[in-house]
């Protein structure tokens, strides 16, 4: 089974299972277990890890969710390289 886990929990879990081995991605948030940052990346968000101040993070999320509507890219060609069995990721509960 070959594993991509857009959740940094869900990384956590696959880890605590030792299933790490099966994991072939992960998103930009994922750092823990230690093992997931030689893993490729499947997500980006342009300011992660920027360390910008508060008022600077609520202005650009605030723009790129009206531009784009969301925060993060995907790297749709990286994700079928992959070619994973199971994605974990966190429901949409927007309506």
């Known amino acids: 089974m070959r594993i991509v886990s857009?959740?940094?929990a869900a990384t956590e879990i696959v880890g605590?299972?030792?299933q790490m081995d099966?994991?072939?991605g992960v998103s930009h948030e994922c750092d823990y277990?230690?093992?997931a940052n030689d893993k490729p990346r499947v997500t980006r968000c342009e300011i992660h890890g920027g360390a910008l101040p508060s008022?600077?993070?609520d202005d650009w999320v605030s723009r790129s969710l009206v531009?784009?509507?969301t925060l993060y890219?995907?790297?749709e060609e990286l994700l079928r390289r992959l070619q994973p069995d199971v994605i974990p990721c966190r429901k949409n509960t927007r309506p």
């Open 22 to 24: 099966r994991l072939v």
């Open 16 to 18: 605590a299972l030792g």
């Open 55 to 57: 008022a600077q993070v």
């Open 73 to 75: 890219t995907m790297d």
């Open 67 to 69: 531009e784009r509507g």
């Open 33 to 35: 277990p230690e093992q």
């Open 6 to 8: 857009l959740l940094p």
